[in-house]
């Protein structure tokens, strides 16, 4: 069953009738029902009524219901509105947009705009490279989104998309101070997408490319790339790649094994799966066997699909066919990128000594958490509720903040390794253990020391 979350916590106004055990009665109500209470404010108060504000984690809507259901039930209670609270934080959007000059009075207005503006137009027309330095492009990028993967929503179309698009510039804000803007295209034609980013590039220092189906940002992403002189970085495929790499590094560590040395099993031959496996072989893995619905990947399968070729010639050396769980026997490592419940905690159990398990589905992973870590040595999921939360906010914030910095024009596998080894860096030998492989989302150091190597690596002109 699932926990009940923050994420779905709601807040009742109650009038109730002033006696001695009002509170515990409420506390205990929600217990019951199976809610989690996380605050209880008396907001007004008279001799014979008073007015509580009591604010509980439920498990979805539905629970909620039953929630306000049974405080509904309660002598001397009336429950006067219920506010969901993710609703309410998202009211009006999360982003605005605000001036940093101040306009008070016809100086500032003539230097702000015309007349002044026009000598910084003729600069910039003159000297194109100088819009970095004189206009929002310097600290701004696009989110981007055709709507098409959301989450773990699916095909929810570009305006659905929306509240994710907008949290993920919040993310960058908050992180690394980088100004993002959510774009949220109508159409899922790969040319059109691709033509609609190169229009609107000149605003831009980089694109983020968000939650667009495989495997046609494959394609988006290789084009934009050929045909624009800023960094592309498609969070789903190279975020994903560094943070599984960064915790696989330091999950190693605390089993004392050898990437090199290492079997590999990856569950997820999509978008993130590739660009994981990538940066993988990039990093020195020598052993990995790719693995989708229809099983374990390699050259001899009937029908492989035209775009796994690439993934067949470069992975599986010991021609292991089957399925997932018969590709886990004497795993060392198995990293699933793909759907809920493709393998079972007996399935972990066949895998090598000290085996290293991250299920990365969200919000079901592909093995219970705790079922894996009856016979894991190291468990990681994509879950804040579980140790070693391997998650994308990790990476990307100071990725984009060392390539703004560096005033890339590209990015490159040199430096999603580098943002990988200096994620891992952050977690100290002496902190590393089976439940604390990588840091926190908001650890300080995460988004300085990955921006830094990130830096680095781009003004180094070597590719891995």
Aim: glycine letters at 6%.
């Amino acid at each position: 069953m699932v926990s009940p979350s923050v994420s779905s916590s709601i807040t009742a106004r109650l009038e109730v009738q002033a006696r001695p055990t009002a509170v515990s009665e409420l506390t205990t109500a929600i217990e019951k029902a199976g809610g989690i209470v996380t605050a209880l404010d008396v907001t007004a108060s008279g001799h014979e009524q008073m007015t509580v504000d009591v604010t509980c984690a439920t498990r979805g809507e539905q629970h909620a219901a039953d929630i306000v259901e049974a405080l509904k039930g309660l002598h001397g209670v009336v429950v006067e509105r219920v506010s969901d609270r993710t609703f309410l934080m998202h009211i009006g959007g999360k982003l605005s947009i605000e001036s940093k000059v101040p306009l008070r009075n016809r100086d500032d207005l003539s230097m702000a705009y015309t007349p002044g503006v026009a000598r910084v137009c003729e600069a910039i027309a003159a000297h194109p490279e100088d819009a970095r330095r004189l206009t929002i492009k310097r600290n701004t990028i696009a989110v981007v989104t055709d709507g098409t993967a959301v989450l773990g929503l699916g095909n929810i179309g570009p305006l659905a998309s929306l509240p994710v698009m907008e949290g993920k510039a919040v993310l960058f804000k908050r992180f690394a101070g980088i100004d993002a803007f959510p774009i949220a295209l109508d159409t899922t034609d790969v040319d059109q997408i691709v033509e609609t980013i190169c229009a609107i590039a000149p605003v831009f220092a980089g694109i983020n490319l968000e939650d667009i189906s495989a495997p046609r940002c494959f394609e988006i992403e290789r084009r934009l790339r050929e045909r624009l002189d800023i960094p592309v970085f498609h969070d789903d495929q190279h975020g994903t790649a560094i943070v599984v790499v960064a915790a696989l590094t330091n999950a190693l560590k605390v089993v004392g094994k050898d990437l090199a040395t290492v079997r590999i099993v990856l569950s997820g031959a999509g978008a993130a799966g590739t660009a994981v496996l990538k940066l993988l072989l990039a990093a020195g893995a020598k052993d990995v066997v790719v693995a989708d619905i229809e099983g374990v990947v390699r050259a001899d399968r009937p029908g492989l699909d035209e775009s796994l070729f690439w993934t067949a010639s470069m992975t599986n050396p010991r021609g292991i066919s089957g399925s997932i769980p018969d590709a886990l026997r004497d795993a060392d490592v198995f990293i699933g990128v793909s759907a809920p419940d493709v393998i079972t905690g007996q399935d972990v159990s066949t895998m090598a000594k000290d085996a290293i398990v991250f299920a990365l589905a969200n919000p079901r992973p592909e093995v219970d958490p705790d079922d894996a870590a009856q016979y894991a040595a190291v468990v990681g999921t994509g879950r804040s509720d579980f140790a070693n939360q391997i998650n994308n906010v990790l990476a990307f914030p100071g990725v984009f903040r060392g390539l703004l910095d560096a005033q890339s024009h590209r990015i490159t596998s040199a430096m999603l390794l580098a943002a990988a080894y200096a994620l891992a860096s952050v977690v100290t030998d002496d902190e590393l253990n089976p439940t604390y492989i990588v840091p926190s989302v908001f650890n300080p150091e995460v988004t300085t020391v990955v921006a830094a190597a990130v830096t680095k690596a781009a003004q180094t002109p070597i590719e891995v």
